[in-house]
């Protein structure tokens, strides 16, 4: 079984500060990783991905992400954020060799404050 | 623009009627699926169609009833729903759902806001 933890219901960050959303993960095998942003009355849209490599991933609008094996961890992160990254944010995780089977957080409501 | 084209995009039905959603990819993608989203709760997958075949289906109760005719398009069949199938429903695509092509995304629509009177 897979699954996906993300512990914070929302996020608040000041405009222009460091922002990270916490994401850890389970899977039986090795897992390709993804984050995925959703703004209101939208559907998701694919910010990233991890599959092997290098451990920080870069992906659309400055966002990146660490993935950390030893904590099953994959945040994602942005040096400097902006009032329009205020949206909803979700991981999701995939077994390499499973089903196929996306499985989502339960997502994690990031505010920008001016 | 998301390539996932979704109609409509609101719903309003009775628990009596019948109604369709409607999705259409423009991705070339092989793969396409329908998933739930209630408020405060993850995202449900509901059904996966892999090259126009039926790979998935996660308890959904009969009343709702999937069709996918080609690779481009999938549709989602309404038949006497309950309150609590009020949510939003997505549609989404992806190159294909075999599990050594599964490190591409899906590509999601906009989806339905469904609310059931």
């Known amino acids: 079984?897979?699954?996906?933890?993300?512990?914070?219901?929302?996020?608040?960050?000041?405009?222009?500060?460091?922002?990270?959303?916490?994401?850890?993960?389970?899977?039986?095998?090795?897992?390709?990783?993804?984050?995925?942003?959703?703004?209101?009355?939208?559907?998701?849209?694919?910010?990233?991905?991890?599959?092997?490599?290098?451990?920080?991933?870069?992906?659309?609008?400055?966002?990146?992400?660490?993935?950390?094996?030893?904590?099953?961890?994959?945040?994602?992160?942005?040096p400097s954020a902006l009032v329009s990254d205020s949206a909803l944010y979700f991981c999701a995780v995939r077994d390499r060799f499973g089903s196929g089977t996306l499985t989502f957080g339960k997502g994690t409501m990031l505010l920008v404050s001016p | 623009e998301t390539g996932v084209t979704q109609t409509p995009r609101h719903l309003v039905m009775g628990m009596t009627n019948k109604k369709s959603l409607k999705c259409e990819q423009h991705l070339g993608h092989n793969a396409m699926y329908w998933y739930k989203q209630s408020a405060k709760k993850p995202l449900e997958l509901m059904f996966v169609y892999n090259f126009k075949e039926q790979t998935e289906n996660n308890s959904v109760p009969s009343r709702f009833s999937p069709e996918c005719p080609n690779s481009s398009h999938l549709f989602l069949h309404l038949h006497t729903l309950q309150p609590e199938d009020s949510a939003l429903y997505l549609c989404a695509s992806s190159q294909d759902h075999r599990t050594d092509r599964s490190n591409q995304p899906q590509h999601f629509g906009d989806g339905t806001r469904l609310s059931i009177l």
């Open chain 1, 1 to 78: 079984a897979q699954s996906v933890a993300q512990p914070e219901d929302q996020v608040n960050v000041a405009e222009g500060n460091p922002l990270t959303v916490k994401c850890t993960y389970s899977v039986s095998g090795n897992p390709y990783l993804f984050w995925y942003v959703q703004y209101p009355n939208r559907g998701l849209q694919f910010l990233l991905k991890y599959i092997t490599g290098d451990n920080l991933v870069k992906g659309s609008y400055g966002f990146e992400a660490e993935f950390n094996k030893s904590q099953t961890s994959f945040h994602l992160k942005k």
